[in-house]
């Protein structure tokens, strides 16, 4: 993870702030300028200005009025604080989820099901194909859907991965109803014992309205699990503007956060968190199947703070 432009703002404002607090108790007056400055670093990193007052916030909470003991390290305590306020905002509606154990413990006639939203572009594709190799790495062989009936290509992508992975593969004419593909998936899964269900759909823009009533349909007739949202961390925030447009359109259960390993601002996952209160419990950091990993906010914060200390 790079993160290079959110790491320099944060660096900035530990240097100044353990500055003024190795000498003498921390004021408002002290803090605000400096606390200024840092929102207008993080809205520059992909920070959402709201989130990156937030933070601010929550820093002054925790600065104003500090006196640093003798002896003690003022940096670790700047650094502390910065953890303490990024982990609460990362935290955000997470939840640990075993979806794996989730799978073991249905019935054949039940299968878990997860259904994937996102605009195009974002890395769904290879994003459920990760999925479905999580899910064959443990034991559990998952069927994956292709309800994109619309965008040439995206069957015949989902299909190859399919093919590779070694699952069964379920899809539809181009222009056939995509609800009727993922209540094809489903029943498939139930007749032979599957006990996963992926289902791919449409990535067309996030304001088309037919697109959305669409979605709506798969939903009511999947019935799923989980609703997935996959953003791409490199968009920044207009990631967190699609997370709320579907949100309120179909509901989103939780968010994959791709592309991380390629993020020099950094600011995505912090806003997508705050803003949505919708938990990010996956992020993709590579091409490989392998490269999907489970979203831990304290270690993720501390990937942000790596270096700074």
């Not at 303490?84 to 019935?107: F, K, N, P, Q, T």
């Not at 993922?182 to 992926?198: C, F, P, Q, S």
């Amino acid at each position: 993870m790079v993160f290079n432009r959110l790491k320099k703002a944060l660096k900035k404002f530990v240097d100044n702030v353990t500055e003024v607090v190795a000498s003498k108790t921390l004021s408002e007056e002290d803090l605000e300028p400096i606390l200024e400055e840092l929102v207008i670093s993080l809205a520059e990193s992909d920070v959402a200005f709201e989130v990156a007052e937030e933070i601010a916030n929550r820093l002054r909470e925790r600065l104003v009025g500090k006196k640093v003991p003798r002896f003690s390290d003022a940096r670790q305590v700047v650094v502390d604080a910065l953890r303490d306020a990024l982990v609460e905002i990362l935290s955000r509606g997470y939840r640990r989820l075993d979806l794996v154990e989730e799978a073991r413990r249905r019935s054949p006639d039940n299968p878990l099901r997860i259904v994937f939203f996102g605009v195009n572009g974002v890395g769904k594709t290879t994003t459920i194909a990760k999925f479905a190799y999580m899910f064959r790495r443990s034991g559990i062989t998952p069927v994956i859907v292709a309800a994109d009936t619309f965008r040439a290509g995206a069957q015949e992508q989902l299909r190859r991965h399919a093919e590779k992975l070694g699952v069964p593969f379920i899809g539809g004419r181009y222009g056939a109803d995509p609800a009727s593909v993922v209540y094809d998936g489903i029943e498939y899964a139930r007749a032979r014992g599957y006990r996963v269900v992926l289902a791919d759909t449409a990535g067309r823009m996030h304001t088309d309205t037919d697109l959305m009533e669409e979605l709506r349909k798969i939903v009511r007739v999947a019935k799923p699990d989980y609703k997935a949202l996959v953003v791409d961390a490199l968009t920044g925030n207009d990631a967190v503007e699609q997370a709320k447009f579907f949100d309120e359109a179909v509901g989103i259960d939780f968010i994959v956060l791709t592309k991380v390993d390629a993020d020099v601002k950094g600011g995505t996952a912090i806003s997508v968190a705050a803003v949505t209160g919708k938990p990010i419990l996956f992020v993709g950091t590579g091409q490989g199947y392998e490269d999907l990993e489970p979203f831990e906010p304290r270690r993720y914060a501390e990937k942000i703070l790596q270096g700074i200390k």
